[in-house]
């Protein structure tokens, strides 16, 4: 896969995209409200279980 002359060896990995918006948006209930809706709809269980347990353990929900 390339973006016009970048070379992109792997594909991002979804679930750390996930995380970093959740970072970027943590002091926003609102908002990692609906990034975590996003997020959830769009991994794996595995990987949903994963952001969830990251969750727990990093935020106060």
Excluded: C
Excluded at 27 to 38: G, H, K, L, S, T
């Amino acid at each position: 896969m390339s973006i016009t002359g970048i070379p992109i060896m792997h594909l991002p990995n979804a679930l750390e995209q996930y995380k970093t918006l959740i970072r970027h948006v943590h002091a926003e209930p609102m908002m990692i409200r609906r990034a975590m809706r996003i997020a959830f709809r769009n991994l794996n269980p595995k990987e949903s279980i994963e952001l969830r347990d990251w969750l727990e353990n990093r935020y106060q929900l």
